[in-house]
């Protein structure tokens, strides 16, 4: 389960706008190569969760009057394995690394983070990400800015990614975790009025 870290979702217009987008554009296509076998599993282990478990060649010789029995034989056992998380939640700890650090300012900072956590409900999107990971073959969660409402400042915010095959991560990262990656996309699909409500009418078209 990785977490991926998104930028503020106010744009910026500027002049390398165009730029951007089509480095996105020449990036998402080589991750697809990259993590073609990756995805296509995650799209197997989806379909048979759903209770997809019989390839469409069998059925198709079987004939549609003869019965296809599906048995979830993996439910319990992902179930198992997610609640035993929810019960023993993973969650963010500082301590002092070094002499010029004190426990005191650690526990206030660990404070903030609880209240971030608390605040954006982070576990939703943790407990959501690891049982896409345990049922499917990943999950992702997300840090982002979210600037409040009638106001200039800005909080950290913890989101959930519903659809982890949105996500394209720096393919040449060798960490487990991907702490190592240079660059992360997630994208989203909006219709053209939600984009330009979201972003402003001068925003890029994509």
Same mark, same amino acid.
Request: hydrophobic fraction near 30%; charge should be neutral; include cysteine.
């Given at each position: ?18 730029? @951007?987008?089509?480095?996105? *554009?020449?990036?998402?296509?080589? !991750? #697809?190569?990259?993590? /073609?076998?990756?995805?296509? $599993? =995650? ?37 198992? @394995?997610?609640?035993?998380? *929810?019960?023993?939640?993973?969650? !963010? #700890?500082?301590?002092? /690394?070094?002499?010029?650090? $004190? =426990? ?42 979210? *600037? ?59």
């Amino acid at each position: 389960m990785a977490e991926a870290v998104q930028p503020n979702n106010s744009v910026q217009t500027s002049a390398s706008d165009a730029e @951007v987008l089509k480095e996105c *554009r020449e990036w998402i296509p080589m !991750v #697809k190569l990259y993590e /073609s076998e990756i995805r296509a $599993d =995650s799209a197997k282990c989806v379909r048979f969760r759903s209770g997809e478990q019989w390839l469409e060649t069998v059925l198709q010789s079987r004939g549609a009057n003869r019965p296809s029995i599906v048995v979830d034989h993996t439910g319990q056992f992902i179930d198992q @394995v997610v609640n035993d998380w *929810r019960r023993n939640r993973v969650g !963010v #700890k500082t301590s002092p /690394s070094d002499e010029s650090s $004190d =426990s005191e300012t650690a526990q206030i900072y660990d404070g903030i983070i609880r209240e971030t956590e608390y605040r954006s409900k982070a576990h939703i999107g943790r407990d959501k990400a690891f049982d896409q990971m345990t049922g499917n073959n990943r999950g992702f969660t997300r840090l982002f800015i979210k *600037r409040r409402p009638g106001s200039f400042r800005r909080d950290i915010w913890h989101g959930h990614i519903p659809n982890p095959d949105c996500v394209y991560f720096d393919p040449f990262c060798v960490e487990v975790d991907y702490s190592d990656a240079m660059r992360c996309l997630v994208t989203d699909r909006l219709g053209k009025k939600q984009y330009h409500k979201e972003y402003g009418k001068k925003a890029p078209e994509v």
